[in-house]
């Protein structure tokens, strides 16, 4: 039955008319955005959309802000002097502010040898034959976050890595914002091929109440490795919708690790796709939530093929009045058999008026099959406490201590140090400040 | 050094007395071992003296050198020179060992009004004291017990009383889940620390550890109290004949 409603809000309202206005100025296909908008055009999903039941958007995205203006130079210097996030390590930054490719802030110039990028931009004008991959790692091109980011982005990259290329710098892709009240729509491509191994960073990051929708999209050959890390720390006030897209081949390796301190409302959602034999991938995240700040992880990770590992570690720490959700899915096709998959979540509460939604799924086809979930959630371990303390630790120490290993815990695994170091730091100025 | 009066204590929870009018005397520089059967409030001694809030102390006290150790928090007693040797020590995922040494030693310090021990000061002394105790750098670098087996765990707990220099150290069942190999460790551990200064309080089920670590006297505790001292005879005898009297008599 069609669901009937004549009421929009004012930021339904508000991205229709966005829309409209946007549609004649941004480049590529108009039909290929027109598609994409019907998806949301009869509104935002809200809880009663069992995906979005924990995040309801319609009701948490209470204005629609308009689509950023192209930076300017002075936007540009400010970014420059100001410095970017993660500056610390050393990578090939591509610089995507308010939505546009800045190619002054980014190593465009400096690429290695079998590494390709074009401008989004310039792609959708010139219809580049790489377009025709956007979408192949199987995302749902309706869900909303996707179909605005289809609808509105203005610029991003493709980039291709060639066949046995291994680049011994991260690729770093920045995320920026600059001003606030806008909204600022980034995609990126990355198609490796046989063989290739690199490190991907995202960065999300910039000052004033902005909303910022970004979608990064992996498409990774048999035999290729690739270890991908998202630090989120965009302003309290912003509006945050991340999405991840990846597509793995035959014994592909395949890392993720997401740490989210930023922005008021966030939906990081991940959508992973084993379509090979034999694939490694482990996916692990950090919620550091406080205040009144709403942090969702949804993910979907699809077994097509056999023999695949995947390992999920996600965690959240909260305080005051903030809400985590994670809602992580694992498919294993009939196909799929010696699928071995663990998926593990844990909210840390540190405050009574705090919330936390776990929702692990498991949805198996296949006989032969080791798969497992597990959630857990409550406040610190006192007899981890008493111990500390019975040692000469003062309480308020020891358990800052144990929060601080419950979210470090999880970058040991980080091996280049700056790296490491950097997503330590938002660790501990999240746990100094709790908000 | 310490000294127990006629100590009532029960679990907050549930109200259930354990300690029903425990007296002891530990004077400095002995060893004392107390032996009892299961149930009999062994652990919940050790447990009420360090300092642990799931009991309440309805009547009696305890003082270490005339200080009224009940009125203190659990670090406050540490920093005054009470140390746990836990029977089962926790894992703590995420916190390094070295790291974890490093701010129980400061913190102590910091409470008695001491300078915190500069890094090379510190690891100088860690790394004599591990090497004694047979524990290797690669355990060190690793999370604070998480993946140690049973005899990596307990050597650790001595290493962190060799480290802290306790004035009374309570080891409860250490010797539980040791083989003869890692127990004597641990007990040369403990015999290295024996000092005029300092007292011990060796609680355990069997008379096994006391061969190795000699007690100055031996206690009997059944149903929440101390039923009966001796000499290390003592610890003999109740191999010999079980706890079976205690039992029944209490």
Redesign the interface.
């Known amino acids: 039955m069609t669901e009937l409603r004549t009421i929009r809000t004012a930021a339904e309202t508000a991205l229709a008319e966005a829309f409209e206005a946007a549609r004649a100025v941004l480049p590529g296909d108009p039909e290929v955005r027109a598609r994409a908008f019907d998806a949301v055009a009869q509104g935002l999903p809200h809880r009663r959309v069992e995906e979005w039941k924990y995040t309801d958007l319609r009701a948490l995205m209470r204005e629609a802000r308009p689509l950023a203006q192209v930076p300017g130079e002075k936007d540009i210097a400010a970014l420059r002097a100001a410095g970017l996030p993660l500056g610390d390590v050393d990578a090939l930054r591509l610089v995507v502010l308010n939505g546009t490719l800045v190619p002054e802030l980014s190593d465009l110039d400096r690429l290695p040898a079998g590494v390709e990028l074009v401008p989004l931009a310039n792609a959708l004008a010139t219809a580049h034959p790489l377009l025709k991959r956007l979408g192949e790692a199987g995302a749902p091109g309706d869900n909303a976050a996707i179909a605005l980011n289809t609808a509105f982005v203005s610029d991003g990259a493709l980039v291709h890595v060639s066949e046995g290329v291994k680049l011994d710098r991260p690729l770093h892709v920045v995320f920026a914002q600059a001003g606030a009240g806008h909204a600022a729509y980034g995609r990126v491509l990355v198609v490796a091929d046989k063989g290739a191994a690199f490190d991907l960073i995202e960065s999300h990051a910039g000052e004033g109440a902005h909303q910022t929708n970004s979608y990064v999209e992996i498409l990774a050959g048999d035999d290729t490795a690739i270890r991908h890390t998202k630090l989120q720390t965009e302003s309290l006030s912003a509006l945050h919708l991340g999405t991840l897209a990846v597509t793995l081949g035959a014994r592909a390796k395949f890392d993720s690790l997401a740490v989210a301190r930023g922005s008021a409302v966030a939906r990081q959602q991940v959508f992973l796709t084993f379509a090979g034999e034999g694939i490694e991938a482990n996916l692990r995240g950090v919620s550091l939530v406080g205040g009144k700040r709403h942090l969702d992880t949804t993910l979907l990770v699809d077994h097509v093929k056999p023999g695949g590992i995947s390992r999920e570690q996600f965690k959240a720490a909260l305080e005051g009045e903030g809400r985590s959700v994670f809602q992580g899915k694992i498919i294993v096709r009939q196909a799929a058999q010696k699928t071995d998959g663990r998926m593990m979540t844990k909210a840390l509460m540190l405050s009574d008026s705090a919330e936390a939604d776990l929702k692990p799924e498991l949805e198996i086809y296949a006989d032969d099959v080791q798969c497992a979930h597990g959630a857990t959630c409550g406040a610190l371990?006192?007899?981890?406490v008493?111990?500390?303390?019975?040692?000469?630790?003062?309480?308020a120490?020891?358990e800052a201590?144990?929060v601080?290993?419950?979210?470090?815990?999880v970058f040991?695994t980080v091996e280049d140090d700056a790296l490491r170091e950097a997503l330590t730091a938002v660790a501990e100025e999240w746990l100094a400040a709790r908000n | 050094m310490l000294s127990i009066d006629n100590l009532h204590a029960r679990i907050e929870d549930n109200g259930q007395e354990i300690l029903k009018g425990l007296s002891l005397e530990v004077p400095a520089g002995q060893v004392h071992a107390i032996m009892g059967p299961n149930g009999s409030g062994k652990s919940t001694l050790s447990y009420v003296l360090?300092?642990?809030?799931d009991y309440e102390v309805t009547e009696g006290g305890a003082t270490l050198n005339g200080e009224d150790l009940l009125e203190m928090?659990?670090?406050e007693?540490?920093?005054k020179g009470v140390?746990?040797a836990?029977q089962y020590?926790?894992e703590?995922?995420?916190?390094g060992t070295m790291t974890?040494l490093k701010?129980?030693?400061n913190?102590?310090r910091r409470?008695r009004g001491e300078d915190e021990l500069s890094t090379p000061a510190f690891m100088k002394l860690v790394r004599e004291q591990a090497d004694a105790l047979g524990i290797n750098q690669e355990m060190l670098k690793r999370?604070l017990n998480v993946g140690f087996s049973g005899g990596e765990k307990k050597r650790n707990e001595i290493l962190?009383m060799a480290l802290?220099q306790p004035k009374l150290a309570i080891l409860d069942e250490t010797d539980s889940g040791l083989d003869i190999d890692a127990l004597k460790i641990v007990a040369d551990g403990v015999n290295r620390l024996r000092a005029p200064d300092r007292s011990f309080l060796v609680i355990t089920h069997y008379q096994r550890l006391l061969n190795y670590i000699v007690p100055d006297v031996v206690h009997v505790m059944s149903k929440g109290r101390i039923v009966r001292s001796g000499g290390p005879e003592l610890a003999l005898e109740l191999e010999a004949r079980g706890y079976a009297d205690y039992n029944e008599a209490a």
């Not at chain 1, 601080?404 to 815990?409: I, N, T």
């Not at chain 2, 703590?92 to 916190?95: S, T």
Request: charged share 25%.
């Open positions: 371990d006192e007899e981890q008493f111990y500390l303390m019975a040692r000469g630790l003062p309480r120490e020891a201590i144990l601080a290993a419950f979210v470090e815990d040991d | 360090a300092g642990k809030e928090e659990a670090d007693r540490a920093a140390f746990l836990f020590p926790l703590i995922p995420g916190v974890f701010a129980t030693l913190a102590q409470a999370p962190q802290l």
